[in-house]
């Protein structure tokens, strides 16, 4: 199994653009999570899906972040529109029915100037 | 609700020392500990975990964990670190009920091996 995907893996954007992330779970897991990584608030859920409906979003800092997850195989993490403090590593990760531990994707660096 | 706490934000130690990095949480309720390890821009990798049963749990790379329910505490230790070892490590903590099984992490500990 190739893992979890996201893609890009590096994205350098100007304020007010709009972003879009990617993320391909792993076959079979039903659950996706996206996090938020930053030196100052460490690893932040912002929301997650089981059998691609939407769970929990109240870690979605603002309106202005969007996330889907239209089948079984991809979700997007979407910001319109970007602002420097959006700079971050977002992180997708899959778990199993019933599975305990996730499996991470390598992450996607955004930078927002 | 749950936390975690690790008490150390960085940790350096010379190859083929020992290491413990530390961990504590708090919950009113039974909970699975796990530690991740993330090393240079990689995503976070499970490094093992404590679900029930013994609590002393290994990893396939020497490094080892004890659950201590009455110190609620899960340290991870490894008796002889490599260079390799280099990375970031993330305690974190979950309810063993509900079945949701959301970890809380911790902020992470930048463990540093020098030759």
């Known amino acids: 199994d190739a893992g979890v995907i996201q893609s890009p893996r590096h994205e350098v954007t100007e304020m007010g653009q709009e972003v879009t992330l990617r993320c391909k779970p792993i076959?079979?897991?039903?659950?996706l999570f996206w996090y938020r990584q930053t030196m100052m608030r460490g690893l932040e859920l912002l929301i997650y899906?089981?059998?691609?409906?939407?769970?929990?979003d109240s870690g979605m800092p603002e309106d202005r972040f969007s996330a889907k997850m239209p089948n079984a195989s991809f979700s997007t993490l979407k910001i319109q529109p970007s602002e420097p403090r959006d700079s971050a590593v977002y992180f997708c990760a899959s778990r199993p029915q019933g599975g305990s531990g996730y499996t991470f994707g390598s992450g996607t660096r955004l930078t927002v100037v | 609700a749950q936390s975690v706490t690790q008490l150390d934000s960085q940790v350096p130690v010379f190859e083929e020392a020992p290491v413990e990095l530390r961990c504590n949480y708090s919950?009113?309720?039974?909970?699975?500990l796990f530690w991740y390890v993330q090393y240079p821009n990689q995503g976070l990798q499970l490094l093992l975990k404590y679900l029930s049963g013994s609590t002393l749990v290994e990893s396939i790379n020497g490094f080892e964990a004890e659950f201590n329910k009455s110190q609620t505490s899960f340290h991870l230790r490894k008796p002889s670190v490599h260079i390799s070892d280099t990375a970031e490590y993330f305690c974190a903590v979950s309810h063993a009920s509900g079945g949701s099984y959301i970890p809380t992490f911790g902020r992470g500990t930048s463990l540093i091996v020098h030759p």
């Open positions: 919950s009113s309720v039974s909970v699975y």
């Open positions: 076959s079979g897991h039903n659950s």
């Open positions: 899906f089981n059998n691609n409906v939407p769970i929990d």
